[in-house]
């Protein structure tokens, strides 16, 4: 492949980066803290009112349309697989715009379903789903309801301690590129992160463990990825998030969580509860039964409604049409770490850095890897530390891989049995 195709798919790629900018959804699905204020002042008994920005999706649909002619005329190698790519791309744009176009209405889950999935799709193993994923990890988060807590204390922590933590972690990792950390009154999330700067919502709940999981969660992967993405010159579009990148960038964020020890159990149940919750919408439950369900699991009125209102944002709020996003959550996770294990067991080792060049879907590899080829991508300037350990990494995914190996169910058997003849051990101080 010559000169021409790089210059050709570097001009689509920056039309639809272009495109991809003007139909994020997150923001424009945020909802007014007052709409908080409001239903819970009501004691959670009426149906909250919520309205959305007007937004004219033409102008990025003429975008992605002009992306896609010049695709069909491109002079690419079909083999390659480079039009399929950005046809891929080109769809997941348009999809966006024309599901912030349907908010409030029954067409906005078509879109939500085509570009994050819905519960009962089934996943790559072509037996699970997501909503069976978050069942079983429900039950097996349920087994440690006893556990003791003297062993679960936390450490509470507000948005300003917070944010000045994050802030000097962000230093450290991006010096002159670290984005600017700013606490905010107004936000669709706790917090969310960009290239040039990580908000944090002012009234939002944290504790200690708070603070590691979103040093490694937002700077150490979505900031990392959108700052080594601006440099990527050739493939521009590979450094904006859009939601066709979604389910690899959530599951590499929580691998990264998992594998610094960032992650806690609370975190782990908010992910199978709203997946849960997601199907709950879908059957027809509304947001006052979906409130109720999380005020079970969380006994906070300010949790439940920040949980549910993701459930709910953008779609219809008497049941039957919810946002799917965060089910990819799991499922990301899952297909991350069987990936990096795939990457050990078949020698692939070179694959590994292209996860963090820039924003990318796990079916991108066999692409990307050619176009790294031949000299389109260059190599992170950002990566997080445990990605930059090697050895470390390595043998971690080894030994993973090779936990597979073993026969678990019947090693379970057995420890079960020891441990119901071993009485509660009790220590003194």
Request: aromatic fraction near 8%; charged fraction near 20%; hydrophobic fraction near 40%.
């Amino acid at each position: 492949m010559g000169d021409v195709v790089k210059n050709q798919s570097t001009q689509i790629c920056h039309m639809l980066k272009s495109a991809a900018q003007k139909t994020r959804v997150v923001t424009h699905l945020g909802w007014h803290g007052g709409v908080r204020d409001q239903f819970l002042a009501n004691n959670a008994k009426r149906l909250p009112v919520v309205s959305y920005a007007d937004y004219n999706a033409q102008p990025e649909l003429d975008l992605v349309a002009q992306a896609r002619r010049l695709t069909k005329t491109a002079q690419f190698d079909q083999g390659v697989g480079i039009s399929d790519w950005l046809d891929r791309q080109a769809m997941s744009i348009e999809n966006s715009a024309r599901m912030r176009l349907a908010c409030g209405t029954p067409e906005f889950f078509t879109y939500s379903s085509a570009l994050y999935g819905a519960p009962g799709d089934v996943l790559i193993d072509q037996t699970s789903t997501a909503l069976t994923l978050a069942g079983d990890f429900s039950d097996a988060q349920s087994q440690l309801d006893g556990f003791n807590e003297k062993f679960l204390l936390q450490t509470d922590v507000d948005s300003s301690e917070l944010a000045a933590k994050l802030e000097t972690a962000v230093q450290k990792m991006f010096a002159d590129d670290a984005p600017v950390v700013t606490v905010v009154d107004e936000l669709s999330a706790n917090a969310l992160a960009g290239r040039e700067r990580i908000r944090v919502r002012r009234d939002a709940k944290f504790n200690d463990k708070d603070i590691d999981e979103l040093i490694h969660h937002e700077a150490g992967i979505h900031v990392a990825t959108s700052l080594n993405g601006k440099y990527q010159a050739a493939l521009p579009i590979l450094s904006t998030s859009y939601a066709g990148t979604a389910r690899t960038q959530e599951g590499l964020a929580l691998f990264s969580e998992l594998i610094t020890g960032s992650m806690d159990l609370d975190r782990l149940k908010r992910l199978s509860h709203r997946t849960l919750a997601i199907q709950m919408a879908v059957d027809g439950a509304d947001f006052i039964e979906v409130y109720h369900y999380f005020m079970e699991r969380t006994g906070s009125r300010f949790q439940a409604f920040e949980n549910y209102r993701r459930v709910f944002r953008g779609g219809v709020l008497t049941g039957g049409a919810p946002f799917t996003k965060d089910m990819v959550y799991l499922d990301g996770l899952i297909r991350v770490h069987n990936f990096l294990r795939a990457l050990v067991a078949n020698s692939r080792a070179d694959c590994m850095l292209l996860l963090f060049c820039w924003k990318l879907d796990l079916e991108d590899i066999p692409v990307l890897s050619q176009l790294s080829r031949i000299g389109m991508c260059i190599a992170p300037r950002y990566l997080p530390a445990w990605a930059s350990d090697m050895r470390f990494l390595l043998s971690y995914l080894a030994y993973s891989g090779f936990l597979n190996t073993i026969n678990l169910a019947q090693v379970s058997n057995h420890y079960e049995s020891l441990l119901q003849s071993a009485p509660l051990v009790e220590m003194g101080g």
